[in-house]
Every structure is written in structure tokens, then in C-alpha cells.
């Protein structure tokens, strides 16, 4: 059975984050953003786990855009432990390929897979969740973190718990997994009281992550064991660039989870946000007295429930306004209504179109 000893963190850090633009570009993705300047959200998510994995457990899988920017966020990670996709493929072929990575020199690796970007107020029961998940993983079973409801929430998909523990107390057997509700649904999910937010977290072995794959995406699994063939080897690069080329792209929620023959779920409280949008900032800002979230030299007069980020060397005034994101960078401004803040990606269509690509 896999013991502590084996638990490896895997960082998902291949999304671009654009509805944080202007400050997150193509070559400076979200994960590489110092939002409260504590540190960027790469180096927070590692932060959060080193009582209980130390660095030299630690693994990270990104572009080749972001290499340099990753290894100056997380210095402490080895960077033979940084795997580089030749293209993004989305979730199940990215924790894959880890997979076959750590059971290279490590027969009873497990996996905490974590994505880059996400915010956590509450390490220690972060932690404690994490280790419930892990004892109960080791008996086979794939778990995923489920993250309490605190509010009827249409912009994250959710999971259906079961009263039935797994090996251990405080691990559930998972009945379903939901997609992202409407509001009616999301009222109802909080009311039922058996639903939790899908965090994108997961802990597993990676032998039975591997199983899972060889019946349930077959090519992927036969790729990923060309792949791991070729690691050690001179081989290595040229072999994963091929594979990767001829690869579709299927995330671990419909590709694995919600046909895995065990999953479940560890409900957990730890102030957990995905820092989705400039509107969702208030995870880690504080709010002012007139309810705005300030980032930088801002002046705010007569302005309420406001976002306002300036960049350094610039101040941001505004007056009388109310509900609204302004965003400075050194090249570009953002102004849009905060119930409109996902709708960022937008504008950068819109770029693409005009081939204003320095600013993408």
C-alpha cells in the first residue's frame, strides 16, 4: 500500500488565464501573476503543500512558453521535475504524462494533482484534507477534493456525495458529477446540503490512474507508454513531440473521473477560490470601506464595490463610478462592468482578428 512517503505534488500549470488580461499575456499566463504581492498564484499553490510534501516531490507540467517564468516562480523545484508539453492537450494527457514520469523511479507513486491557479486561505485544513484523501486513495479509489458551497455558485461544476465513507472517515463515495448549473440548480444543490464544488484537485495512485486509462482512453494509454519508453533516453524529446502531435485533447473529468470504477470525495473548508475573473479578486484583496478591491496607487472618490489594479509607475483615478473593473498595464487598459468581467475574452478575439498580436 502507498505510504506518505510516496505522495508527489503534480502542478497543473498549462492554462493561460485570459480573463485576466491585460496583465496575464500568451508569454505571462495567471499562474505567473503576483496578484497581492505575496507571491505569484504558481508559487502559492506549492507553498500550500510543503508541510506535506517537501521539494524534492514537487513536479510541475507547462508549455515550453512558460519554462523560464516557472522556474523563477518555484526556484526550489528541481527543474528536471518541470515536464514540458510539446502542446496542450488539456488535463488527462497532462497528469498522464506525470504519471508515467514519477513511476520511472517510484513503483508506489501517488499523486496530489493541483492546478496552478487557485487560491487558499486555510493551509492546514487544506493539509488535513489532503491526507484524508491520500490514506483513502492508497486503497485504490481516486479522490477528488470537494470544496463546501458558501453560495448558490453557476460558474463551477459540482459533485453529488454519497453517505457511504471509503477506506477511511471523512471520504466519501461520489454518486455523480454535475455539470455547471443555472441558478435555479445551484440554489438547490445549496439546499440539499450533499453537494460540493469540483476544485479540479485530485489524489491518486498512479498505477491505478494508468489502469484507469488503459480501459478507459486506450490510445492515450498507449501513447503515454511510448512516451515512458522514451524517458532516460536521447530519444525522449523527439518521441514525445510525435505523440503529443497525434494526441486529442480530453480533460480528467469526462476523459477518467466520471467513469472510474471507485471515485470519491473529501468535503473541505479552506477558503478556496479559482480566482476565475478580476471579479472574483475579493479571495485575495481586502475590500475598502466603500467595498472596493485596490491593487496599486488608486484614487477612488464617490466609488463603491469597484476593481482597481494599477500596475507600478501609475496611478488610477476614478470618480462616481460603481460595479466596474478598471485594469492598468504598461500597454493596455481594461474597463468593463464587474457582472461583466468574464467576458475579457472577448476583446482578445477581437485582437486576434485584427492581428494585435504584441498584445495578446
Known amino acids: 500500500m502507498t505510504t506518505m512517503g510516496s505522495l508527489h505534488a503534480v502542478v497543473l500549470a498549462g492554462g493561460s488565464g485570459t480573463r485576466f488580461w491585460p496583465l496575464s499575456r500568451r508569454s505571462h499566463p495567471k499562474q505567473l501573476l503576483n496578484l497581492t504581492a505575496d507571491g505569484t498564484l504558481l508559487a502559492?499553490?506549492?507553498?500550500?503543500?510543503?508541510?506535506?510534501?517537501?521539494?524534492?516531490?514537487?513536479w510541475l507540467v507547462c508549455g515550453d512558453a512558460h519554462?523560464?517564468?516557472?522556474?523563477?516562480?518555484?526556484p526550489d523545484m528541481p527543474a528536471t521535475q518541470m515536464l514540458c508539453e510539446p502542446c496542450g492537450r488539456n488535463t488527462a494527457p497532462a497528469i498522464g504524462l506525470a504519471a508515467v514520469?514519477?513511476?520511472?523511479?517510484?513503483?508506489?507513486?501517488?499523486?496530489?494533482?493541483?492546478?496552478?491557479?487557485?487560491?487558499?486561505?486555510d493551509f492546514d485544513a487544506f493539509c488535513n484534507a489532503l491526507k484524508v484523501a491520500a490514506q483513502a486513495a492508497a486503497s485504490g479509489s481516486i479522490i477528488t477534493l470537494g470544496i463546501?458551497?458558501?453560495?448558490?455558485?453557476?460558474?463551477?461544476?459540482?459533485?453529488?456525495?454519497?453517505?457511504?465513507?471509503?477506506?477511511?472517515?471523512?471520504?466519501?463515495?461520489?454518486?455523480?458529477?454535475?455539470?455547471?448549473?443555472n441558478l435555479e440548480q445551484a440554489q438547490a444543490f445549496l439546499e440539499q446540503g450533499n453537494f460540493v464544488w469540483n476544485a479540479g484537485i485530485f489524489v491518486m495512485r498512479c498505477d491505478v490512474l494508468l489502469k484507469e486509462m488503459k480501459r478507459q482512453l486506450p490510445s492515450l494509454h498507449a501513447s503515454l507508454e511510448t512516451i515512458a519508453g522514451?524517458?532516460?533516453?536521447?530519444?525522449?524529446?523527439?518521441?514525445?513531440?510525435?505523440?503529443?502531435?497525434?494526441?486529442?485533447?480530453?480533460?480528467?473529468?469526462?476523459?477518467?473521473?466520471?467513469?472510474?470504477?471507485?471515485?470519491?470525495?473529501?468535503?473541505?473548508?479552506?477558503?478556496?477560490?479559482?480566482?476565475?475573473?478580476?471579479g472574483s479578486l475579493d479571495a485575495v484583496?481586502?475590500?475598502?470601506?466603500?467595498q472596493n478591491l485596490?491593487?496599486?496607487?488608486?484614487?477612488?472618490?464617490?466609488?463603491?464595490?469597484c476593481t482597481l489594479y494599477a500596475t507600478e509607475g501609475h496611478v488610477v483615478g476614478v470618480v462616481g463610478m460603481k460595479d466596474v473593473v478598471v485594469v492598468h498595464s504598461p500597454d493596455a487598459?481594461?474597463?468593463?462592468?464587474?457582472?461583466?468581467?468574464?467576458?475579457?475574452?472577448g476583446i482578445l478575439k477581437e485582437m486576434e482578428e485584427r492581428k494585435w498580436d504584441e498584445y495578446l
Not at 514520469?101 to 487557485?118: C, I, N, S
Not at 453560495?151 to 477511511?168: C, D, M, N, P, W
Not at 485596490?294 to 464595490?305: E, F, I, P, Q, R
Request: net charge negative; charged share 25%; hydrophobic share 35%.
Open 44 to 58: 502559492g499553490t506549492l507553498k500550500r503543500v510543503e508541510s506535506l510534501i517537501e521539494p524534492a516531490r514537487w
Open 101 to 121: 514520469t514519477l513511476l520511472r523511479d517510484d513503483p508506489d507513486a501517488m499523486m496530489v494533482v493541483l492546478p496552478a491557479d487557485h487560491h487558499v486561505a
Open 294 to 305: 485596490t491593487s496599486g496607487k488608486v484614487v477612488a472618490l464617490d466609488s463603491t464595490n
Open 148 to 181: 463546501t458551497p458558501t453560495r448558490s455558485e453557476t460558474g463551477y461544476g459540482y459533485i453529488e456525495k454519497t453517505e457511504e465513507t471509503l477506506a477511511v472517515d471523512g471520504a466519501f463515495q461520489v454518486k455523480r458529477f454535475c455539470e455547471k448549473p
Open 285 to 290: 484583496l481586502e475590500r475598502d470601506d466603500a
Open 230 to 278: 522514451a524517458i532516460g533516453t536521447g530519444d525522449y524529446r523527439t518521441v514525445l513531440e510525435a505523440q503529443y502531435k497525434e494526441l486529442s485533447g480530453i480533460s480528467i473529468d469526462y476523459g477518467i473521473m466520471e467513469g472510474a470504477e471507485s471515485v470519491g470525495v473529501v468535503p473541505v473548508e479552506c477558503g478556496w477560490s479559482d480566482v476565475g475573473s478580476f
Open 67 to 74: 519554462l523560464e517564468g516557472s522556474k523563477q516562480a518555484v
Open 333 to 345: 487598459t481594461l474597463v468593463i462592468p464587474t457582472e461583466r468581467a468574464q467576458e475579457v475574452r
